[in-house]
């Protein structure tokens, strides 16, 4: 098992432009949650994916969505980036019967220009 | 609001010494308090959470409601523990999202 794989690694954009971000889950886990690292601080929690839909959101802007598959794998989309996007973007995912233990991925790590 | 504070950004101890890692919280209701650590080059994992009382790898914490802490602490550290470690809670609904503090790197010298 590969644990929770997270593409691409890196990203370099220009404001304006849009991303998208991918990840699998760990096998058997059916929860994928997304969050945003800023250098030197901890994840903040953009949102969580749950049977295909989006169960909680953190604070961030409608600029900021996401998608579920049927296969449990999830996409982030970031709209009209701004500089201030620049983060390391984790995946971590859970099985809903643990909802308490997240295998996070490493990150995708977005530069924007 | 929930918040999680983490006033130490870096704690560096010797092999051999105890050491603490404070975590602070604020909630409105009932919150489940974890220690999630990241070791060089490595992903962020769970390392402990307060409903289990449990001990991983020598470290402890106790939830202390009055105080609103959820200290990290371990008796004698060992170079192996040098690593990030962040402190988060989350709603009693585990679906709640997980609020994470700001982290502190402990840097254990040999």
């Known amino acids: 098992d590969a644990g929770v794989t997270q593409s691409p690694t890196h990203l370099i954009k220009t404001r304006g432009q849009q991303v998208t971000l991918r990840c699998s889950p760990k096998?058997?886990?059916?929860?994928v949650s997304w969050y945003q690292q800023a250098l030197g601080q901890g994840p903040q929690f953009i949102f969580q994916?749950?049977?295909?839909?989006?169960?909680q959101r953190g604070n961030f802007p409608d600029r900021f969505s996401g998608h579920q598959f049927p296969n449990y794998s999830s996409e982030l989309n970031v709209n009209a980036l701004l500089l201030g996007d620049s983060a390391l973007y984790l995946c971590a995912s859970s099985a809903a019967s643990r909802a308490e233990k997240l295998f996070f991925g490493s990150g995708t790590q977005l530069s924007v220009l | 609001a929930q918040r999680v504070t983490q006033p130490e950004k870096l704690l560096s101890v010797f092999k051999g010494a105890p050491v603490e890692l404070k975590c602070n919280y604020s909630?409105?209701?009932?919150?489940?308090l974890f220690w999630y650590v990241q070791y060089s080059r490595q992903r962020l994992q769970l390392l402990l959470r307060h409903i289990s009382r449990e001990s991983i790898k020598g470290f402890t914490a106790d939830l202390n409601k009055g105080e609103t802490s959820f200290h990290l602490k371990k008796p004698f550290a060992q170079e192996e523990d040098s690593a990030m470690y962040y402190c988060a809670l989350s709603g009693r609904n585990y679906g709640q999202n997980f609020v994470f503090g700001p982290g502190t790197r402990l840097s254990v010298l040999p």
């Open positions: 994916y749950y049977e295909e839909e989006e169960r």
């Open positions: 909630y409105s209701g009932s919150p489940e």
């Open positions: 096998s058997g886990h059916d929860t």
